[in-house]
Structures are given as structure tokens and as C-alpha cells.
């Protein structure tokens, strides 16, 4: 039994090493189980260590599966499905906001506009995008002092953990389902009180349905 528990032992701390930081990891779990199978004449040996750590990566993928975020710091490139009421222009700072199709996960993506064509094309559009970013990925900004905006915590409550600052974008096409047409009204609907005589009246409006501070 006392063997059992010590390769068992082994088998956990490499399987949490390795589900919690990365594929370095990977050849010595993969030496671990070529060893452990090395050990088929000892069958009582094996099938028990074999089900301990089978229990344990099975809790351990449900974990990993839960927590908020499946991505790490640093660089990486990305396809993202953007509603288009999600992209904001200030100055020559694009913002949007989208979700990358492989793992579900919202990012806030920041990229530097280089001309006033570009920057009038995109506060045009009215069609959600699917984008192709290479950037940066960075935790968000926590409060720097006390009673300061938290800025990651903030995003956390929507279930958002990262910033991506980018420095290559390509637009591959236009979004689609239900989510890229509710956008769409909803950006078409923005647009048309953009438009309306009354700016007061829109205003208004856009602070009730959109949550637009009034000016």
C-alpha cells in the first residue's frame, strides 16, 4: 500500500503541474505513465494506481473547466466574434469587446488607428465582424489606490479577464447568429437617434436602452 500511495503521490503532483502550467510538463507525466505500464505483472499494483490518478485528472479538467479564464499572459493570435454595438472609437483608440470562437471567453481588445479614413470606416459600420488579432494578452489594471476604480474587478463581474493591446487585425467577414442580429438592430436603432432632431429626446433615450451617460 505504501508503494501505491507514493506513485500515486507522483501522478498527482504531475498532473496538477501540468494542467496548471502548461506543456512543459508533458514529457514527464508521459515518462510516468510509460513507467507505470511497464509494471503489468504487478496487475494489483497498476489497476490501483491507475484509478487514483484516473479520479484525480478527472476532478482536476472539472476544475480547470470552471475557473474564469483558459488562456495565459502574453502573446497570441485570436479569432474574435465582435457585436458591432461592442466597438467604441475615442480619439485614435479602437475598443471592442469580443469573443474568441475556440473557448467562448470575452476579451477587451485595444488597437491604435493610424488614419482618420480607418477611423471614420469603422464608426460607419453597422455589421457585427469576425476579427483576427495578434496582440498582447494582460491582466487588467487593479486600483493603483485606495477607494480607486478597480478596472479588473470590473470586468471580472462580466466574467471578462483580460486585455488584449493589438497589434495586427484582420477582418475576415461579417459575424453571424442570433447575437451578430440583435447588434445589429441595436446598433442601426443607435444610429437612427444619432440622426434625430431632437438630441435631447435621443439622449435621453440612449441613457435609458443603451445605459449612455447623459452630457
Given at each position: 500500500m505504501k508503494r501505491?500511495?507514493?506513485?500515486?503521490?507522483?501522478g498527482y503532483i504531475?498532473?496538477?503541474l501540468l494542467i496548471f502550467h502548461g506543456s512543459m510538463?508533458?514529457?514527464g507525466v508521459l515518462v510516468y505513465y510509460v513507467w507505470l505500464l511497464?509494471?503489468?505483472a504487478d496487475k494489483k499494483f497498476l489497476k490501483k494506481v491507475l484509478i487514483y490518478d484516473a479520479?484525480?485528472?478527472?476532478?482536476?479538467?472539472?476544475?480547470?473547466?470552471?475557473?474564469?479564464?483558459?488562456?495565459?499572459?502574453?502573446?497570441?493570435?485570436f479569432i474574435l466574434e465582435v457585436p458591432i454595438h461592442e466597438v467604441k472609437v475615442k480619439g485614435d483608440l479602437l475598443q471592442f469587446m469580443g469573443r474568441e470562437v475556440k473557448s467562448g471567453e470575452w476579451?477587451?481588445?485595444?488597437?491604435?488607428?493610424?488614419?482618420?479614413?480607418v477611423k471614420e470606416s469603422w464608426l460607419n459600420r453597422g455589421q457585427s465582424l469576425l476579427i483576427k488579432v495578434t496582440g498582447e494578452l494582460k491582466v487588467p489594471n487593479a486600483a493603483n489606490?485606495?477607494?480607486?476604480?478597480n478596472y479588473r474587478q470590473f470586468l471580472e463581474r462580466e466574467e471578462i479577464y483580460w486585455t488584449l493591446s493589438v497589434d495586427r487585425l484582420q477582418i475576415l467577414g461579417n459575424m453571424r447568429g442570433p447575437l451578430a442580429v440583435l447588434s445589429n438592430v441595436r446598433k442601426a436603432i443607435y444610429c437612427s437617434l444619432e440622426g434625430m432632431g431632437e438630441p435631447i429626446i435621443g439622449n435621453y433615450v440612449k441613457a435609458?436602452?443603451?445605459?449612455?451617460r447623459l452630457e
Open positions: 501505491v500511495l507514493i506513485w500515486v503521490t507522483i504531475l498532473e496538477i510538463w508533458e514529457v511497464e509494471q503489468k479520479l484525480l485528472l478527472a476532478f482536476l479538467m472539472g476544475y480547470y473547466w470552471r475557473l474564469g479564464s483558459h488562456f495565459q499572459e502574453g502573446r497570441g493570435t476579451l477587451v481588445s485595444f488597437y491604435r488607428l493610424s488614419q482618420l479614413e489606490n485606495l477607494g480607486g476604480f435609458l436602452f443603451f445605459n449612455e
